[in-house]
């Protein structure tokens, strides 16, 4: 390995990139250069315009969640849908806590897969991708994401990134030339190895191929001369690393998957491609008759936003990296799991704190995907359901563990029960009474230690005080779900069942007619302790649906500035109850109206 360094350190990288922070560059992990050598940097730090500002060194370490790079040959579905959902939600959820947060996501545009859709459309690969990867764009505000980067493998930063990368990587021995023989499957931008593959027949035409067991999509023979990456020099570091985190990846049965496979399956990792065949990429930057393998090239978009390579000693972690989770669908686990953690290895460079790999939404119980034609546009989606309703009906009935299935009913479905029942029929219950003056009851049962032995009506006391203390419980049992198990979907349940237990406890009781048969301390205390439950799930259910949840918190009259992780604490603000936004009339003033009748 040692004679490949010496032997390639002659044909390194020309870029002025590259030769610039070479000749300063001190390794974050070894240190090797001096401090001294840093200033060189300055010059060709990346202007971050469009970036959150910078952290100072001392500052601790912003979150940092990314969703998956798409593929833009394709038009998005509601399955990309999901990884940007799930990603916002997760970093909206750290900001409601107080922390600095940044979300990436972007599109990966070069490749095989990509070349071929544009030639198909006989449209130049850069302006094909230009416009595809607005769609994405157009998608993440479309869904009210609240991403700081939106990274586009064809952005000049992210190659230069990768041209360095590769540059260390040789450096350090881990890239080597070599015939390579084997299975390539375009639509999956992946090698497969013998064992991996399978005949099949096409069910339409009767014609066999041959496909991919894992993905049942096709592969093609593939004889060429290119670059390898030592992936088999890190098989024990990986193992040993996996061993020490059992929690990497969620769900747990993945991971058993992950490492099963590195034992079993690890051989080294083509690289790169003949130009003559794949010349839409980033080109290896010693060798222009070789492009670098679109999945390096990819995984790389992480730590360009980071700000790879200008970590300087101090501020490696400024912009976030290592990620505190990527987000990404159970078909890219190995991708994510095994070569990237390799590749980061390879240069002694943090790896990501956790994966989240999510199910699959299923169209008549297959994989929702292009190539099969069983996609929602989400667009259409998010016009027809409302850009809130989406979100939460991704976050509700969406899988980790599980794939889920898609039907316009379960929409309605959810809407009904969980936000105009629930949600909605919380919040119109305890504002909207001509029984009871809403303010006066914030006033006056705030801070007052709940007397039930004082109520005549004993029987009600068990559901109060149960209600009481699941509220009091709520934030904390959140914050358990979104942080330790990775599980939105469960997060939000735990909110909404505290919004059913509520409900219930107002049918049950009925404090209205309370009111009329003069047990109005008793009423009060209900209708408090249903406010708050309302108030804070409202407070909760922010990072879900940022809207909805902002104008429900508007008709609680809820301060703007009560509004955080903190204030989500039972008993915490005395000072809602008068809205600040005019409540209207009838059903369609309603904060979750009813649905439309189809035409
Ligand atoms: N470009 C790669 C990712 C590179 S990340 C360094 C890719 N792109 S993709 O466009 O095919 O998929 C993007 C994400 O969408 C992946 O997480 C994938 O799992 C997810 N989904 C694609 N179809 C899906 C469903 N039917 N359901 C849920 N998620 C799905 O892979």
């Not at 600095?100 to 449209?123: I, N, P, W």
Request: glycine share 6%.
């Amino acid at each position: 390995m040692q004679g490949f360094l010496t032997a390639s350190a002659a044909k390194l990288p020309r870029s002025p990139l590259y030769t610039a922070i070479r000749a300063g560059w001190v390794c974050s992990s070894c240190k090797r250069h001096g401090a001294s050598r840093l200033p060189a940097l300055s010059s060709y730090q990346r202007s971050f315009s469009s970036s959150p500002a910078r952290t100072t060194a001392a500052a601790p370490k912003p979150y940092y969640v990314t969703t998956p790079i798409f593929y833009v040959n394709a038009a998005p579905h509601v399955g990309h849908l999901y990884s940007m959902v799930m990603a916002d939600v997760f970093k909206r959820w750290e900001v409601l806590k107080g922390r600095q947060a940044y979300l990436c996501t972007g599109t990966d545009e070069h490749g095989m897969k990509v070349q071929r859709a544009a030639e198909l459309q006989e449209v130049p690969p850069k302006i094909f991708c230009d416009s595809n990867a607005e769609t994405f764009m157009d998608l993440a505000q479309k869904v009210n994401m609240s991403n700081d980067y939106f990274v586009r493998t064809t952005d000049p930063d992210h190659r230069e990134a990768v041209e360095f990368f590769w540059g260390r990587l040789r450096e350090r021995g881990y890239i080597y030339e070599s015939k390579h023989e084997g299975w390539y499957c375009v639509s999956d931008e992946a090698f497969y190895p013998e064992n991996m593959v399978e005949k099949r027949v096409d069910s339409m035409t009767g014609k066999p191929f041959i496909a991919s067991i894992e993905t049942g999509n096709e592969v093609e023979w593939t004889e060429e001369r290119n670059y390898h990456f030592r992936m088999t020099d890190l098989k024990d570091r990986l193992l040993q690393f996996y061993k020490e985190n059992p929690q990497w990846v969620v769900p747990a049965t993945r991971m058993a998957d992950v490492v099963s496979w590195v034992q079993n399956n690890l051989e080294d990792l083509s690289v790169s491609r003949p130009a003559s065949r794949l010349s839409w990429g980033i080109p290896v930057p010693d060798d222009p008759s070789q492009t670098i393998y679109v999945w390096v090239d990819a995984l790389i978009n992480y730590i360009t936003k980071a700000g790879y390579p200008m970590w300087t000693p101090g501020s490696e972690n400024a912009l976030g990296w290592p990620a505190d989770v990527h987000i990404i669908g159970k078909d890219i686990v190995r991708f994510h799991c095994v070569y990237w953690p390799a590749l980061l290895l390879a240069l002694d460079l943090p790896l990501p704190k956790r994966i989240l790999s999510h199910g699959h939404w299923l169209m008549n119980s297959r994989k929702m995907s292009k190539s099969i034609g069983n996609v929602v546009n989400p667009f259409f989606a998010i016009d027809r359901w409302g850009v809130d309703t989406m979100r939460y009906f991704m976050i509700y009935n969406g899988g980790v563990s599980q794939d889920s299935d898609y039907d316009n009913s379960f929409i309605v479905d959810r809407y009904k029960k969980g936000l105009q029942g629930g949600l909605g029929g919380l919040l119109n219950r305890v504002t909207r009474s001509k029984a009871w003056n809403f303010r006066s009851i914030i006033e006056q049962a705030h801070g007052q230690v709940l007397k039930p032995a004082d109520w005549k009506l004993q029987h009600m006391q068990a559901e109060i005080t149960e209600l009481r203390r699941a509220t009091e419980c709520l934030s904390q049992n959140t914050a358990d779900f979104f942080e330790n198990e990775l599980n939105p979907g469960r997060a939000l349940k735990e909110i909404m069942e505290v919004v059913f237990q509520a409900n219930r406890l107002l049918q049950h009781t009925e404090p209205w007619n309370l009111v009329k048969q003069g047990e109005v301390e008793a009423a009060h205390q209900i209708i408090y302790h249903a406010a708050e439950s309302c108030r804070i799930a409202g407070i909760l259910l922010q990072p879900f649906m940022p809207e909805k949840s902002g104008r429900l918190l508007d008709r609680l009259g809820v301060d703007q500035g009560q509004r955080t992780f903190d204030h989500a604490r039972f008993g915490s603000d005395s000072t809602y109850g008068v809205s600040t936004v005019p409540l209207g009339e009838g059903a369609q003033s309603s904060l979750f109206p009813p649905i439309p009748a189809e035409n």
